[in-house]
Nanobody, 122 residues
Framework: QAQLVESGGGLVQAGGSLRLSCAAS????????MGWFRQAPGKEREFVAA????????TYADSVKGRFTISRDNAKKTVYLQMNSLKPEDTAVYYC???????????????WGQGTQVTVSS
């Protein structure tokens, strides 16, 4: 059974950094895109970043460009989201997802983790 498990969330002050991890297991995601999404209370789930396992193609939401970096470690089957210069508006539950298409749309992703809370205080 395919499983994605996020970790690394927490409470941080504005301007600080966090690194989220997403460990994949249960199936091969080599041909998949891996994405990070986030959802704040009362808001729609929104795209943050995506990367393919097979090459270094990456995509970012405009709101995080220059501050967040997505990367992967194929040997560890883990995807990371390095978040720097965090802002209070980055506060949300962050989800890892896997999908066939390198997409910014949540509906294009078939597998989802349980989410990890990121809270940025001002």
């Amino acid at each position: 059974q395919a499983q994605l498990v996020e970790s690394g969330g927490g409470l941080v002050q504005a301007g600080g950094s966090l690194r989220l991890s997403c460990a994949a297991s249960g199936r091969t995601f080599n041909s998949y895109a891996m994405g990070w999404f986030r959802q704040a209370p009362g808001k729609e789930r929104e795209f943050v970043a995506a990367i393919r396992w097979s090459h270094d193609s990456t995509t970012y939401a405009d709101s995080v460009k220059g501050r967040f970096t997505i990367s992967r470690d194929n040997a560890k089957k883990t995807v990371y989201l390095q978040m720097n210069s965090l802002k209070p508006e980055d506060t949300a539950v962050y989800y890892c997802a896997a999908g066939r298409a390198h997409s910014t749309l949540p509906n294009d992703y078939s597998y989802w983790g349980q989410g990890t809370q990121v809270t940025v205080s001002s």
